[in-house]
């Protein structure tokens, strides 16, 4: 799992989501998948499939430039004729479930594929919004779960100073 599924990964905890991933399908991965339960009716409310890009090279001119349908066919349903991502999914979570893609900063193209997803059905999220949700939500976490996003962020290349993890717990002389 790359620094920027794990951070996923933590912002879907964040919002009480039971999280899987990544999972193999033949030479292909599904990201991460997740459910949200109702404890207190012990119901699924929520199941989500959620891929993760924030490479750079996405609608480049001169790197891929597949647009966003085929990026999602390719991702969420799978490259063969078969869709073997799909049916993975629906094996993990039943027929109805959310796709998500998170995505980076993309060259011209984020605003597009944010405003396109829907149509898709798919739900495009910006990367830096992920960031921003889960560190608001870390003010009042435990210092384990920081330590947590430390690790990621200083992975990213966000964090450039190292950080000890007992440095909240430390009480002054």
């Known amino acids: 799992?790359?620094?920027?599924?794990?951070?996923?990964?933590?912002?879907?905890?964040?919002?009480?989501?039971?999280?899987?991933?990544?999972?193999?399908?033949?030479?292909?991965?599904?990201?991460?998948?997740?459910?949200?339960?109702?404890?207190?009716?012990?119901?699924?409310?929520?199941?989500?499939?959620?891929?993760?890009?924030?490479?750079?090279?996405?609608?480049?001119?001169?790197?891929?430039?597949?647009?966003?349908?085929?990026?999602?066919?390719?991702?969420?349903?799978?490259?063969?004729?078969?869709?073997?991502?799909?049916?993975?999914?629906?094996?993990?979570?039943?027929?109805?479930?959310?796709?998500?893609?998170v995505i980076g900063k993309l060259f011209s193209q984020q605003c597009t594929w944010v405003e396109d997803g829907p149509k898709l059905g798919v739900r495009v999220l910006p990367f830096a919004q992920v960031l921003a949700e889960y560190t608001n939500k870390l003010r009042d976490a435990p210092a384990d779960e920081v330590g947590r996003l430390l690790d990621t962020l200083k992975c990213l290349g966000v964090l450039e100073v190292p950080i000890s993890r007992n440095a909240s717990r430390r009480t002054s002389p």
């Open 1 to 101: 799992m790359n620094a920027a599924e794990q951070a996923t990964k933590l912002w879907l905890e964040s919002l009480g989501f039971f999280v899987q991933g990544p999972l193999r399908v033949g030479a292909q991965n599904i990201h991460l998948v997740g459910i949200r339960l109702d404890v207190a009716r012990n119901t699924v409310v929520q199941k989500v499939h959620v891929h993760v890009s924030v490479s750079g090279r996405l609608g480049e001119p001169d790197g891929n430039t597949e647009g966003l349908a085929e990026y999602v066919a390719k991702k969420f349903i799978g490259n063969s004729k078969k869709g073997k991502i799909r049916i993975k999914v629906r094996e993990l979570l039943g027929d109805k479930y959310e796709r998500w893609l």
